[in-house]
């Protein structure tokens, strides 16, 4: 059974960094699609950024140049770096992870799979203030 559980959240001020960690258990970390996704209060849930199995990266324009995916497999670890943070980054974020696609982007936006993932995190909460 695939795991995944988010750390890393925090409260801090516009123009600070953070950096999420998500470990992953139950399955092959190399093998698997993976994604940073994000839900603000009232709004609907949005991809951040993606990981494709070949290492391929993809990002939402809102975010391109400040974040950044990245995964360490011998700590089955997928990381956000997140730079300049604005108030507008302020939501819970989660990791999820698919065996075949965790998400596509389109227009400079990001969205999780229409198929039903694999697996998400439980979510760790972000707050920008300004």
């Known amino acids: 059974q695939v795991q995944l559980v988010e750390s890393g959240g925090g409260s801090v001020q516009a123009g600070g960094s953070l950096r999420l960690s998500c470990v992953a258990s139950?399955?092959?970390?190399?093998?698997?699609?993976l994604g940073w996704f994000r839900q603000a209060p009232g709004k609907e849930r949005e991809g951040v950024a993606l990981?494709?199995?070949?290492?391929?990266?993809t990002y939402a324009d809102s975010v391109k140049g400040r974040f950044t995916i990245s995964q360490d497999n011998a700590k089955n670890t997928l990381y956000l770096n997140m730079n300049s943070l604005k108030p507008d980054d302020t939501a819970m974020y989660y990791c999820?992870?698919?065996?075949?696609?965790?998400?596509?982007?389109?227009?400079?936006?990001?969205?999780?799979?229409?198929?039903?993932?694999?697996?998400w995190g439980q979510g760790t909460l972000v707050t920008v203030s300004s």
């Open positions: 999820a992870a698919d065996s075949l696609s965790v998400g596509y982007c389109s227009g400079g936006y990001c969205y999780p799979s229409t198929n039903t993932l694999d697996a």
């Open positions: 139950g399955y092959t970390f190399t093998s698997y699609s």
């Open positions: 990981i494709d199995t070949d290492g391929t990266t």
